[in-house]
C-alpha cells in the first residue's frame, strides 16, 4: 500500500482527487487530505474507503511532521506562498511532492537534499505553468530534434467563462481562479523580444497593447502580455531565438475596457481608502475624478478618457453596475480591492455556469532558408462549477506526475519543472485520454 497526502482541498483540488481516488483500489492507494474545512475534505471524499479526511494547519508543525511521515508522495495546493514549508519537510523525511505554482528560489534552493534523498520534487504541474510547459517542450524538442532553427515562440492562455455561459455579459468574462490575481494582473514592467529587440511595455499601457488570436472553431481572441517572458529564455533553453512571448487571453473587447480601471487608478492596491463602509459603486469611481457639480459621474469618465458615452466600453461599465448607489459592502480596502468586491458581484460564476480554458502555442523556425509556422492550440470546457476546466487543468497533471512516480515511471531527483521529456511524455500521453489534447496545424508564418 502506498500512501498519498493532498494538503487542500478547494476547487482546483476536485479533479485531482477524483483521479487519485479513482484510482485508489486498483493502485493500492491510500489517499489522505489535509483541510481546515475537514467538512469539505470529506465532501470530497465522498465516503470512499481508500481516503481520510485531517484536519491540517500549515503552521502547526508536530501536525505537518506527522502527516509528512506517514506518506510516500505529498501534492500541496495551499497557497503558493506557504509550499515552502511543506517542502522543506518533505526534503527532510525524504518523501516526493508535487504542486502547481511557480518555482521560486527558495524552492530551488532544496534541489540537492531532494537529490541526496533520492526523491523528486516537481514544481510548475499544473495549468500555467504546467501543461503550457510540457506540451511546448514536445514541439521545440521535435524540431531541435529535426535539425530545425527555431526563430520565435509565443504561448498564450486565458481561463474564460465557457460561450454558452455568457448570456448577456458584454465582457464575455467573469472569475474563473483567484479574483485578486485577475485584478492585479500585469502590474510592474511587461518585457519580452520581438524580432530580435528587446521590448517593455509599461503598466498603464498594457492593454492597448493586444495580439488578434484566431483559435479554430473557437474564433478570435486577444492577447496581452505576462510580465517577464525573459525568465523563459533558459528554462525552454531559447537564448538566440528572435521572438519570445507570453501571455493571457481574453475575449475581444475586454482589454479597452479593463484599461478604464488601469488608467483610473482603481487596480492600485498600495493604500487604503476612507470611508470605505460607506461608500457606494458609484462614489468609489468618482473618487479618481475631478470635482464638477455640473457634471454627471459617466460624462466626467467620458470625457477624462476620451470615450464616447454610447460606445461598447461605456455599456461594459454600466453592465458592471459601477455607477450604481449600491453600497460596495467592505469596511475597508485598497482600490483594488474595492474593485474586486464590487465586480464579484457580477463576475462570480453561478451553479450552471461553465468555465473554459484556452491554451495556444506559436512556433516559427527556419528549414534551411524556408521559414514555417505551427500552432498548437488546446480548449477544455468545464462541466459545471464544480468540476471546471480549471479544475481539471490544474489537477489532472498533478494527479497523473504522482501516479507515474509512484509506479516507477519518473525515476529523476532533486527539483523540477516538468520540461524533460521523462516527465511530460506520460503525463501528455495520459492527458489526452482525459480530452486535454492539443491540436497542431501548420500556418503561413506570419513574421520569422
Known amino acids: 500500500m ?11 483540488s476536485t479533479a485531482l482527487i477524483n483521479y487519485l481516488l479513482g484510482n485508489a483500489e486498483k493502485e493500492q492507494w491510500h489517499i489522505t487530505i489535509g483541510e481546515k474545512d475537514v467538512a469539505l475534505a470529506e465532501s470530497k471524499i465522498n465516503g470512499n474507503p481508500q481516503a481520510k479526511a485531517v484536519t491540517f494547519d500549515v503552521f502547526d508543525a508536530e501536525l505537518l511532521t506527522g502527516l509528512v511521515k506517514e506518506n510516500d508522495l505529498v501534492i500541496s495546493m495551499l497557497p503558493a506562498s506557504l509550499h515552502i514549508h511543506v517542502a522543506r519537510k518533505c526534503a527532510e523525511l525524504k518523501k516526493h511532492f508535487l504542486t502547481a505554482s511557480y518555482l521560486t528560489e527558495e524552492i530551488k534552493s532544496l534541489n540537492g537534499q531532494f537529490e541526496n534523498a533520492g526523491k523528486l520534487m516537481i514544481m510548475e504541474m499544473g495549468l500555467d505553468p504546467g501543461i503550457d510547459h510540457m506540451s511546448a ?15 520565435g515562440f509565443e504561448t498564450f492562455t486565458g481561463g474564460l467563462v465557457a460561450e454558452e455561459s455568457v448570456g448577456d455579459n458584454p465582457w464575455k468574462y467573469k472569475f474563473t481562479w483567484n ?45 496581452y502580455a505576462n510580465r517577464d517572458s525573459l525568465a523563459y529564455l533558459d528554462v525552454y533553453n531559447l537564448r538566440g ?22 488608467q483610473l487608478g482603481a487596480t492600485d492596491d498600495t493604500y487604503q481608502m476612507e470611508n470605505v463602509s460607506e461608500m457606494t459603486h458609484r462614489q468609489f469611481i468618482n473618487s479618481f475624478l475631478s470635482y464638477n457639480p455640473h457634471d454627471s459621474i459617466e460624462l466626467k469618465l467620458a470625457h477624462y478618457l476620451n470615450l464616447d458615452l454610447d460606445n461598447g466600453i461605456m455599456f461594459k461599465l454600466k453592465w458592471l453596475g459601477i455607477f450604481d448607489d449600491e453600497l460596495v459592502g467592505l469596511n ?38 524556408m521559414p514555417r509556422q505551427i500552432e498548437s492550440s488546446m480548449v477544455a470546457i468545464g462541466d459545471d462549477e464544480i468540476n471546471t476546466a480549471m479544475s481539471k487543468t490544474v489537477g489532472l497533471p498533478l494527479a497523473i506526475a504522482a501516479k507515474m512516480i509512484l509506479k516507477g515511471k519518473i525515476n529523476l531527483t532533486g527539483v523540477h519543472v516538468p520540461i524533460k521529456k521523462e516527465i511530460y511524455e506520460p503525463v501528455l500521453e495520459e492527458l489526452t485520454t482525459t480530452g486535454l489534447k492539443f491540436n497542431e496545424r501548420e500556418v503561413e508564418p506570419t513574421f520569422y
Request: hydrophobic share 35%; with cysteine; glycine share 10%.
Open 2 to 12: 502506498q500512501h498519498i497526502l493532498i494538503i487542500g482541498a478547494g476547487k482546483s
Open 137 to 151: 517542450m514536445k514541439v521545440l524538442d521535435d524540431l531541435r530534434g529535426k535539425g530545425y532553427e527555431l526563430t
Open 179 to 223: 479574483p485578486r490575481n485577475v485584478v492585479l494582473a500585469g502590474q510592474g514592467t511587461c518585457k519580452f523580444i520581438q524580432e530580435g529587440r528587446y521590448k517593455y511595455i509599461p503598466y498603464q499601457k498594457l492593454f492597448r497593447r493586444t495580439e488578434a488570436i484566431y483559435i479554430p472553431d473557437h474564433g478570435y481572441f486577444e492577447g
Open 241 to 262: 531565438i528572435r521572438t519570445l512571448y507570453r501571455g493571457t487571453l481574453r475575449r475581444p473587447g475586454y482589454c479597452a475596457a479593463w484599461d478604464v480601471f488601469v
Open 332 to 369: 475597508q480596502g485598497t482600490p483594488a480591492q474595492i474593485l474586486e468586491h464590487i465586480l464579484k458581484k457580477k463576475w462570480a460564476l453561478n451553479a450552471e455556469d461553465k468555465d473554459m480554458i484556452v491554451m495556444w502555442h506559436k512556433f516559427n523556425f527556419l528549414d534551411g532558408d
